[in-house]
């Protein structure tokens, strides 16, 4: 129903910022609730940010509150992650996720991920 394809990660020094995006494929992008998350080997994914479908709520996890925001444009079928003031520990591969909107699921949809390299 929904495909994601991740861009912008790369290399940046601490403090620095990027900016992902998460362009999807499809015609009901509007209505899927979409999430951010990362992870790194050996440890579970974890909760990154996620998104109403109308973009009107965000809701962060502890360790990104105050330094990333996510943002949507549904004309563009495309999420973004700011990320500011880079640190080490968010070092990882991120992915971006979608579900239906109002669905308690987990993501069933997920892009295949970017790597954000934060060196000290």
């Known amino acids: 129903q929904v495909q994601l394809v991740e861009s912008g990660g790369g290399l940046v020094q601490a403090g620095g910022s990027l900016r992902l995006s998460c362009a999807a494929s499809g015609r009901t992008f509007s209505s899927y609730d979409m999430g951010w998350f990362r992870q790194v080997p050996g440890k579970e994914r974890e909760f990154v940010a996620r998104?109403?479908?109308?973009?009107?709520?965000?809701y962060y996890a502890d360790s990104v509150k105050g330094r990333f925001t996510m943002s949507r444009d549904n004309a563009k079928n495309t999420v973004y992650l700011q990320m500011n003031s880079l640190k080490p520990e968010d070092t990882a591969v991120y992915f971006c996720?979608?579900?239906?909107?109002?669905?308690?699921?987990?993501?069933?949809?997920w892009g295949q991920g970017t790597q954000v390299t934060v060196s000290s």
């Open positions: 998104i109403s479908a109308t973009g009107g709520s965000t």
């Open positions: 996720a979608a579900k239906s909107s109002g669905s308690y699921s987990t993501y069933p949809y």
